[in-house]
């Protein structure tokens, strides 16, 4: 029987803008139990949010502190970066990690942070979603170690090998998010190695998305991935066919403490 994953998902906001906190946390998590810890990628917030971690830095703190936990950005907008220096990020922090990251991408939002409008960043969702598509050609190219030539509508990349190659081959897993209710992201996420459902309500509609997506024939060993709220049982999301499930920790009131009480507390075992 596979085993379910459990994780946390923290936003690197204010008491958790250190990237030596998180650090601290991640190991406890691993020394608790827990399987991943996971967190977000933004540039900015809305009020009263103004100190924000860079997630790959922080990353790299977590990587170094623990052995055994996933990791990985839940997630990056992908859209947002060049999808050459991406690949070579993500392959120099799996190989730091010793092959335990994990890829979450999706398209992001300009509606809590303004962060695409303030920095001159593409707003169009069409536009980012062909971005996207286009970046995780780059970037699964890339990781293969072999020289890539690429030339698209986006992004160009002339006869670069990107070397060393990730640890986990034949790829880093790719999880990718979507608003629980869009269908494009299920058909992107089953080309590749997980999904993410955002603003998820009820195990009915995780369900209906497993349902949704194995239709569509994903690869064996495909990841349906969970946020639930602090204190909410994963039981009826895990008989919905969930394989992980995650600690969403809320943007607003998250505290050291807060992240700490739910570690000791443990996951389901």
Same mark, same amino acid.
């Given at each position: 029987?596979?085993?379910?994953?459990?994780?946390?998902?923290?936003?690197?906001?204010?008491?958790?803008?250190?990237?030596?906190?998180?650090?601290?946390?991640?190991?406890?998590?691993?020394?608790?139990?827990?399987?991943?810890?996971?967190?977000?990628?933004?540039?900015?917030?809305?009020?009263?949010?103004?100190?924000?971690?860079?997630?790959?830095?922080?990353?790299?703190?977590?990587?170094?502190?623990?052995?055994?936990?996933?990791?990985?950005?839940?997630?990056?907008?992908?859209?947002?970066?060049?999808?050459?220096?991406?690949?070579?990020?993500?392959?120099?922090? *799996?190989?730091?990690?010793?092959?335990?990251?994990?890829?979450?991408?999706?398209?992001?939002?300009?509606?809590?942070?303004?962060?695409?409008?303030?920095?001159?960043?593409?707003?169009? *969702?069409?536009?980012?979603?062909?971005?996207?598509?286009?970046?995780?050609?780059?970037?699964?190219?890339?990781?293969?170690?072999?020289?890539?030539?690429?030339?698209?509508?986006?992004?160009?990349? *002339?006869?670069?090998r990107f070397l060393p190659?990730?640890?986990?081959?034949?790829?880093?897993?790719?999880?990718?998010?979507?608003?629980?209710?869009?269908?494009?992201?299920?058909?992107r996420a089953a080309r590749?190695?997980?999904?993410f459902p955002v603003f998820?309500?009820?195990? *009915?509609?995780?369900?209906?998305?497993?349902?949704?997506?194995?239709?569509?024939?994903?690869?064996?060993?495909? #990841?349906?991935?969970?946020?639930?709220?602090?204190?909410? #049982?994963?039981?009826?999301?895990?008989?919905?066919?969930?394989?992980?499930?995650?600690?969403?920790?809320?943007?607003?009131?998250?505290?050291?403490?807060?992240?700490?009480?739910?570690?000791?507390?443990?996951?389901?075992?």
């Amino acid at each position: 029987m596979r085993t379910v994953g459990s994780g946390l998902f923290l936003p690197p906001f204010e008491a958790l803008a250190d990237p030596v906190t998180v650090a601290r946390l991640s190991a406890e998590a691993e020394e608790a139990g827990w399987t991943g810890v996971f967190v977000w990628d933004h540039l900015r917030w809305c009020e009263p949010i103004s100190a924000i971690a860079d997630p790959w830095i922080t990353l790299a703190a977590m990587a170094t502190a623990t052995s055994r936990i996933r990791i990985g950005p839940m997630v990056t907008p992908l859209a947002r970066r060049r999808p050459a220096k991406v690949a070579k990020e993500t392959a120099t922090l *799996d190989v730091l990690s010793g092959g335990r990251l994990t890829f979450g991408v999706g398209l992001g939002s300009d509606a809590y942070g303004v962060e695409y409008t303030k920095t001159g960043e593409e707003v169009d *969702d069409r536009k980012r979603a062909a971005m996207l598509d286009e970046s995780l050609e780059v970037v699964t190219r890339a990781w293969t170690g072999e020289e890539v030539v690429h030339r698209g509508e986006h992004y160009t990349v *002339d006869g670069v090998r990107f070397l060393p190659r990730p640890v986990q081959q034949p790829r880093i897993p790719i999880w990718v998010a979507g608003l629980i209710g869009n269908k494009r992201p299920r058909r992107r996420a089953a080309r590749y190695d997980g999904y993410f459902p955002v603003f998820l309500e009820t195990a *009915d509609q995780a369900a209906e998305a497993v349902a949704d997506i194995n239709a569509l024939g994903p690869k064996d060993d495909f #990841d349906f991935v969970v946020p639930l709220s602090p204190g909410t #049982d994963p039981a009826p999301y895990i008989a919905a066919g969930a394989t992980w499930w995650m600690v969403e920790f809320p943007w607003a009131s998250t505290t050291v403490d807060l992240v700490r009480g739910v570690i000791r507390e443990g996951p389901l075992k």
